[in-house]
């Protein structure tokens, strides 16, 4: 794998991101995830589907062996977004509270950091020799 395949991938991990946690996830996903009385568990289980199908695409065009990738980011994905509304709700942070921006950038440097995952195990399955 290229040094330039390797910057298309990491870019279209972040499209993906932002793809799927913004444009395709409408207001009342975000607001019920963490509210399972809500329908809460179904919308997360929606967007982590979102998420998993955009991953199971960049895995088949990169390593298609590596399918499976799909799957776990499904449940890396819920857990990772699951964590930081149960959080939000329980303790009652809105965007008016600092402490829901701490949650906010460190759910989104969680899923960062899931994607360099991704890539390392890409690249690793790739042959390319780790010096």
């Known amino acids: 794998m290229s040094l330039a395949s390797i910057l298309v991938l990491y870019i279209a991990f972040r499209v993906k991101q932002v793809v799927c ?14 509210q399972p009385e809500r329908g809460g568990t179904r919308a997360l289980a929606l967007h982590a589907g979102i998420h998993a199908a955009f991953t199971f695409a960049l895995v088949l065009y ?9 799957v776990v980011d499904f449940i890396v994905h819920a857990v990772i977004d699951k964590s930081k509304a149960m959080l939000n709700h329980v303790t009652g942070w809105t965007y008016k509270d600092n402490a829901y921006w701490w949650a906010f950038g460190l759910d989104q440097e969680a899923h960062n950091l899931t994607h360099l995952v991704y890539i390392v195990i890409i690249v690793m399955h790739s042959g390319v020799p780790l010096r």
């Open 21 to 34: 946690d913004f444009f395709l996830q409408p207001s009342w996903m975000a607001l019920v995830k963490g």
């Open 62 to 70: 990169f390593a298609p062996q590596l399918w499976w990738l799909g």
